[in-house]
T-cell receptor
Framework: EAQVTQNPRYLITVTGKKLTVTCSQNMNHEYMSWYRQDPGLGLRQIYYSMNVEVTDKGDVPEGYKVSRKEKRNFPLILESPSPNQTSLYFC?????????FGPGTRLTVL | QQPVQSPQAVILREGEDAVINCSSSKALYSVHWYRQKHGEAPVFLMILLKGGEQKGHEKISASFNEKKQQSSLYLTASQLSYSGTYFCGTEIRSSGDKLTFGTGTRLAVRP
């Protein structure tokens, strides 16, 4: 089954404790993105990757890092999380004109 | 810059029609529409390309006014399953494949 998976789905952590949210797709797509979703603000792009080893900043990249060492994986790294990064995070994989979203990761930073 | 969606929310009775609008201050290459049900990921509905091409959902229609940089999504004879939040995503020529999403329109369809 074609899909985008994210782990973990839920995470509660404390300020400053490094964390990684994994994203994996099995559709051999080159283009992948990370979004955060906050009430009233819609989906805002954090980072995107057009291919392996090619990444670029989206609209809200501060406080986040990404890497793309393999085509299927695109992890999101928060080196020192802060409470303002509490949000719902979506990974997406793009084929043609369609973005396929993962199930989301709800992150709470205390 | 995020596109502007209107209305922010709408409540319908089953069978009624609704229009959701999306406008941008920049010249658009394409407009994408997604629907997100509560607790789920957004799902692609359709794309409207500069020049008039459309691809997507069979039961939902949309328009794209290239001169005004506006798009409208038409939901006719609404069903309970249409409930959710609708997002438009806009793409400008210079941004490559980058989509910028609006803040969403919440639609509730009541029996």
């Amino acid at each position: 089954e074609a899909q985008v998976t994210q782990n973990p789905r839920y995470l509660i952590t404390v300020t400053g404790k490094k964390l990684t949210v994994t994203c994996s797709q099995n559709m051999n797509h080159e283009y992948m993105s990370w979004y955060r979703q906050d009430p009233g603000l819609g989906l805002r792009q954090i980072y995107y990757s057009m291919n392996v080893e090619v990444t670029d900043k989206g609209d809200v990249p501060e406080g986040y890092k990404v890497s793309r060492k393999e085509k299927r994986n695109f992890p999101l790294i928060l080196e020192s999380p802060s409470p303002n990064q509490t949000s719902l995070y979506f990974c997406a994989s793009t084929s043609g004109y369609t973005q396929y979203f993962g199930p989301g990761t709800r992150l709470t930073v205390l | 810059q995020q596109p502007v969606q209107s209305p922010q929310a709408v409540i319908l009775r089953e069978g009624e029609d609704a229009v959701i609008n999306c406008s941008s201050s920049k010249a658009l290459y394409s407009v994408h529409w997604y629907r997100q049900k509560h607790g789920e990921a957004p799902v692609f509905l359709m794309i409207l390309l500069k020049g008039g091409e459309q691809k997507g959902h069979e039961k939902i229609s949309a328009s794209f006014n290239e001169k005004k940089q506006q798009s409208s999504l038409y939901l006719t004879a609404s069903q309970l399953s249409y409930s959710g939040t609708y997002f438009c995503g806009t793409e400008i020529r210079s941004s490559g494949d980058k989509l910028t999403f609006g803040t969403g329109t919440r639609l509730a369809v009541r029996p």
